[in-house]
């Protein structure tokens, strides 16, 4: 079975912010790349730490 343009699209939004482990990342880009802007407000911070699992 062959991914959707969906799923492609969440595959890659998730490589990225892999490649940004032991980083952070602006809460505006998280909100917009995964559909979160309404649930992100100003109470969250402007940067989002990415924490990976070894």
Do not use: Y
């Not at 799923?7 to 998280?30: F, N, Y």
């Amino acid at each position: 079975m062959e991914a959707s343009k969906e799923d492609v699209a969440v595959q890659a939004s998730l490589a990225k912010l892999h490649r940004s482990c032991g980083s952070s990342v602006s809460r505006e880009e998280v909100g917009a790349t995964f559909g979160l802007a309404h649930l992100l407000t100003a109470q969250w911070p402007e940067r989002i730490p990415v924490r990976c699992l070894a």
